[in-house]
Structures are given as structure tokens and as C-alpha cells.
């Protein structure tokens, strides 16, 4: 292991790159309507909605800016909170890491240009569009060089057993969603949420802390594989009744679930994810414990339909897994404020 260089550490990256006191009361105002859905208290819908990877900063604003006139359509019944995930877990190791990684994805790996560049995007998203966004927890100790922009935050399928994930978790105080692991052990992922609920000591950053413990911490069904490698589907009505009753077992705070439409659920099939959107949507009509426990759509579309190679030249398309492309996205937005 060879040290490059010592990073600024993330109250120095803030300090560069502040954000404004009206982005703030934006960010507070969001963080309290996003909240109320979990705790019961707001019938919204929320739609978790964009690419699967941050790789361009100027599309992804596009992208984002596209939403701004789809959430004024919706508001009355849907939250939309904009996915910008700066860090792309890789099963092997290989391929693009993401923005906070490679801030150019044709470059070399820039770690520091990338925690500038991924706070620069989360910045601007609230600035120029006043959304307040989604990433992925993917590396506890650099939660702190976004932790005043993020209003939701994902711990992914390879990272909801880990310890560290969990104890971090507990001290947020947004909406933390834990993903059911690659094998699909739902109650891998119950113990986790349960963890992050519950307050503990531990060390962080070179710090020993103190937390609270978070009750907006969440389930996320995403699909899993089998021993086989064939991907195994859990947003089905079956699955829905089964995670209730998991959840009645337990004694933990504002039981929901956002069910993730793409991954192993479409099994990166990227067009089943209108199908899949509009099949939990039957299935909260018909039960209403799932009404009740389902807060929401996890969804994964960019500009243009599919996915391209690192080098692919098409503006909007995603490096990494297919999304669904814009005109589609804004149709199923519209199709499902309708149903609910």
C-alpha cells in the first residue's frame, strides 16, 4: 500500500464549498416532507428516480432539471428525490467507481478532484433545481463530505452486513434505506435496520462518537441470486405480505419499504421497470398493510434508454446499468401519479 497524499478532511471541504442558508432552509423544509412519509404522517409517494451512476456532471443536471417541471405535476401526490450516486460498488473490483473516484470516467482515479467535484454536483442539484438528492453510503467515512446536502441515502446489497454501515447509519438523521443482501436473506436486512435504530458508541474517523439511533431507517427490496447466479424477484405481493409480517415480529420504528424497480428485481432488464412499478402499485391498492408499508419506487433512468461503454460518446447514457430513458421515465411518473 503506497500513501499518496493526505485529503483534506470533509469540515475543510465544506468550508470551500458552503452551502448558502437558503439551500439550507430548502434542504430542511425537504428533509421534514420526506420524513413525514415514513413516519405516517404525509400520504406522498416517494419516487427515489435517475441514474444508476453520476458520470457527467453537465448531464446529470439536465437530467435533473427535467424533473423539476415532472415534480410540479406530481406534487400533490408524489415526492420525487433525485438519485445522484457518486460511488458505484463493483462486484470484482473492475470498471468505474464512480464521481467521487473518477470525476473523469475516461481519466485516471482523482480522489480529490472527486470529493470536490461530487460536492460541486450535490450542490448545484439543490441551488439550481431545489431538489435535494439521493447517493449511496458506500464508504461510511465519506458520509461527512456530503452530510449536510443529503436528504436520503441507500446501503447497498454488499455493504448491509457490514458493521460499520450499520453503526454510521444509527447517527443519520435522514431516511437510511438498507438494501436485502445479493443472497436475499430478508432477515439480514431486518438486523440491520434494527442496528441502525439502536444507539451506540463507537469509533469513526479517528473519533470515538456517540449516537441516537435512527428511526427513519428503512428496508429496501431489491431482488437477490440464487446459487445459481439466476436473479431471484422480491416485489411480488408474496414477497410484500412475507416482509410485513417480518416486520410485525420486530419491535422496530416506522416499518417501509421502498422497493427497488431495476437490479435483481428486472434482472438489469432495464424496460421491466415500468411493469414492476405498475404491479406494486396493483399490489397496494389490493392490501392495505402493503399500502401502509410501501412509501415508495426506486428507479433508475437518465436521458437516453440502455447503457454504453466507459467510452461511449452518447450524451445521457448511462456507464454503468441501463436506465430507462427520458421520455419513458416521464410517462411512467405521470402513470403512476395516476394510479395512486
Known sequence: MNFLRKLPIPQEIK???????????VK?????????????SSDK??????????????????YIGRLVGLQEQVKDKILIIPRIYTNKPRTTGEGY??????????KKPDLLEGLISIRRLHLRAIEETGFVCADEMLYPENYRYL????????VGARSVENQQHRLTSSGIHVPVGMKNPTS?????????????????????????V??????????????????????????????????????????LMNPAVIVDVNHSNSNKQYLEQIRICKEVMHSRRHNGDISRM??????ESYIEDGCQKVDGGVYGKSITDPCLGWEKSERLVLDLADML
Not at 430542511?28 to 405516517?40: K, L, S, W
Not at 409517494?45 to 439536465?62: H, K, R, T
Request: proline share 4%; glycine share 6%.
Open 210 to 251: 456517540e449516537t441516537e439511533g435512527n428511526p427513519l431507517t428503512h428496508a429496501i427490496l431489491r431482488g437477490s441470486v440464487n446459487k445459481h447466479g439466476r436473479a431471484m424477484q422480491n416485489y411480488h405481493y408474496e414477497d410484500l405480505i412475507l416482509l410485513h409480517e417480518m416486520y410485525a415480529q420486530r419491535n
Open 147 to 154: 452530510s449536510d446536502l443529503l436528504s436520503y441515502i441507500a
Open 28 to 40: 430542511a423544509e425537504r428533509d421534514r416532507m420526506i420524513a413525514d412519509v415514513f413516519t405516517g
Open 15 to 25: 468550508e470551500q464549498f458552503p452551502i448558502s442558508e437558503k439551500c439550507a432552509a
Open 184 to 208: 436475499g436473506d430478508l432477515s439480514v436486512m431486518l438486523n440491520s435496520i434494527k442496528a441502525a435504530q439502536l444507539r451506540h458508541t463507537f469509533l469513526y474517523r479517528g473519533w470515538e
Open 97 to 106: 467507481k464512480g464521481m467521487a473516484t473518477q470525476p473523469d470516467p475516461t
Open 294 to 299: 410501501v412509501k415508495g419506487l426506486m428507479i
Open 45 to 62: 409517494f416517494l419516487l427515489i428516480i435517475g441514474p444508476c451512476s453520476a458520470d457527467n456532471e453537465i448531464s446529470v443536471m439536465d
